[in-house]
């Protein structure tokens, strides 16, 4: 299965009719729709100049290939399933229900797709130490799980108050060895550990590796992600027409950064006849305005964040407005600049999804098919729910289960379990304290 030819899936820039994108400079399009580029500090410039000459060289070479290749069956375990939700299925009684299950990949999601390719390049570059900010912390652990692996360090910041909410993941990233740094700054979250992060590369950009942990920031960071995670789809790809005999009709992911539905969507972004469709958080409704949802595409305006130009949610001031999403993986004011493209061209449509709806897909999917689903990834089966309802019963839709809902339990649980009779019995009292 999925015996694909080696470069196959590290080879995406050639894309829609032909295209080659992004440019030499990481641009996404052309004139008003142009997006990505890297608007960086002079002193940086050169260094993503080099990341990029050697990310260029490797991405052909067997030997970087094979090990990869390697490394992705026998340590993360991939391929992973397709699966058809059966029980979902027949009781929407609409358009079939099938996942691709990134959530079995080791360490629980799509995320160790990117930092395994991020990491051998970094080794190869005779880098020592990975360095990355992170938010809810899964980034985190699939570079600290990484750094293992390779022996090297890992040095990853993380704000205050998401290490007070995330405790779980931070303890992950301590056995494995990494040194989480807190961002004490500002808000003391996401925004505050990447400005951390970048604080630190500068000091030495010789010996560290930032490990961008999605399709954002400067080039070549959005294509090379967008790469390493590919292979989603033209795995993807091969097990449905296996399974199926055909193609889905419809492709469907949650989109914070971009990676997982860029990785599932590049494979299909010139089968006209499959539609793709990014779902992103509604929060508490759109309608709600700044600060109550997390919805960039949909009403973002372009502008430069984080060393790119791209879709932004901005405030009154023209600064990166406050975002708020029940999946703390999609609460970012941006957005990767291949999706900017993608939406101008119209080949990708972006809907949403709001918490309360994602919250009880996160109960539907765990007691219809065993499967507890992340909150992020919920929100591309919310919307794949709804819609399938209104398809005729042999249409297909394919969304990507991009991580699993272990670390969202205490959150939903503490939160909206007695709506899902979850402490009726008067047991839930949460997790026992030791002293
Ligand atoms: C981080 C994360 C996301 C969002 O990131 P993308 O770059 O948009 O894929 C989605 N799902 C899970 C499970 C995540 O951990």
Redesign the pocket.
């Known amino acids: 299965m999925c015996d694909l030819a080696p470069t196959a899936h590290l080879d995406n820039s050639k894309s829609l009719n032909g295209a080659t994108q992004p440019d030499a400079d990481g641009f996404f399009g052309s004139g008003d729709s142009q997006y990505g580029g890297a608007f960086l500090p002079p002193p940086l410039v050169p260094v993503m100049k080099e990341i990029d000459i050697e990310y260029n060289k490797i991405k052909h070479d067997p030997e970087f290939l094979s090990e990869l290749i390697e490394l992705r069956k026998r340590f993360v375990g991939r391929p992973s399933p397709i699966y058809e939700c059966k029980n979902l299925s027949d009781k929407i009684g609409g358009a079939r229900i099938y996942l691709k299950r990134?959530?079995l990949n080791h360490t629980?999601?799509?995320?160790i797709n990117h930092c395994l390719g991020e990491a051998l390049l970094a080794k190869r570059m005779g880098k020592k130490k990975l360095i990355a900010e992170t938010?809810?912390g899964?980034?985190g652990v699939a570079l600290a799980t990484v750094a293992s692996l390779f022996q090297m360090e890992c040095e990853i910041h993380m704000g205050e108050l998401d290490i007070k909410k995330e405790w779980p993941n931070v303890r992950r990233m301590q056995v494995l060895g990494a040194t989480v740094v807190p961002a004490t700054e500002g808000g003391k979250s996401l925004k505050e550990a990447v400005d951390s992060a970048f604080m630190a590369y500068m000091s030495d950009t010789e010996s560290m590796f930032f490990a961008i942990?999605?399709?954002?920031g400067p080039h070549p960071f959005p294509s090379m992600v967008r790469d390493f995670q590919a292979i989603v789809g033209y795995e993807a790809k091969q097990q449905f027409k296996e399974l199926t005999g055909g193609l889905p009709d419809m492709c469907l992911?949650?989109?914070?950064?971009?990676?997982?539905?860029l990785?599932l969507f590049s494979a299909f972004l010139d089968d006209d006849t499959v539609k793709l469709v990014g779902v992103e958080p509604a929060g508490r409704g759109l309608d709600k305005g700044e600060g109550h949802h997390s919805a960039t595409l949909t009403l973002g305006k372009p502008a430069v964040l984080h060393g790119m130009k791209c879709y932004t949610l901005l405030n009154e001031n023209g600064d990166p407005a406050a975002v708020h999403s029940c999946?703390s993986?999609?609460d970012y004011p941006g957005v990767?600049p291949q999706h900017s493209w993608m939406k101008d061209m119209g080949r990708v449509k972006y809907e949403t999804a709001t918490d309360d709806e994602v919250i009880s897909v996160f109960f539907e999917l765990s007691r219809m098919e065993g499967i507890i689903p992340?909150l992020?990834?919920a929100h591309g089966l919310a919307y794949a729910m709804k819609i399938a309802k209104e398809m005729p019963t042999d249409a297909k839709l394919l969304v990507n289960m991009?991580?699993?809902g272990d670390k969202d339990l205490d959150y939903v649980c503490d939160k909206y379990g007695n709506k899902f009779g979850i402490g009726k019995d008067g047991m839930f009292a949460g997790a026992p304290k030791n002293d």
């Open positions: 990134e959530d629980g999601s799509h995320k938010g809810a899964q980034h942990g999605s399709t954002v992911a949650c989109v914070g950064g971009g990676c997982n539905s990785g999946a993986g999609l990767g992340a992020e990834s991009s991580g699993r």
